[in-house]
Nanobody
Framework: QVQLVESGGGLVQPGGSLRLSCAAS????????MGWYRQAPGKERDRVAF???????NYDDSVKGRFTISRDNAKNTVYLQMQSLKPEDTAVYYC???????????????WGQGTQVTVSS
């Protein structure tokens, strides 16, 4: 199975920056899409950004131009660089990764434990 460990959350003032990291470990044949969701109190979990296995980035409109997603396949790690943070970015951010155990196996989605990002003055 794949385990995901996140780091990098915290408290930041509006306009500030944070970088989240998520490292995948364990036994797997391949990792495909990796990305981030977020969930604010009382709201649904929404996708923020993801990157394909080939590294192509995709963003929700709410973060385009402010967030940058990248991955290091050698380290099985995905990053989310967040800039120009707003109070409405406050949420628990969850990393996810799609992995499979063999060439002909199905993709399985794994989740990280979540990291709190709070944007407040």
């Amino acid at each position: 199975q794949v385990q995901l460990v996140e780091s990098g959350g915290g408290l930041v003032q509006p306009g500030g920056s944070l970088r989240l990291s998520c490292a995948a470990s364990g036994r797997f044949f391949s990792i495909g899409n990796m990305g981030w969701y977020r969930q604010a109190p009382g709201k649904e979990r929404d996708r923020v950004a993801f990157t394909t296995g080939g590294g192509d980035p995709n963003y929700d409109d709410s973060v385009k131009g402010r967030f940058t997603i990248s991955r290091d396949n050698a380290k099985n790690t995905v990053y989310l660089q967040m800039q120009s943070l707003k109070p409405e970015d406050t949420a628990v951010y969850y990393c996810y990764a799609q992995s499979k155990s063999a060439y002909y196996a199905s993709w399985v989605t794994r989740w990280g434990q979540g990291t709190q990002v709070t944007v407040s003055s």
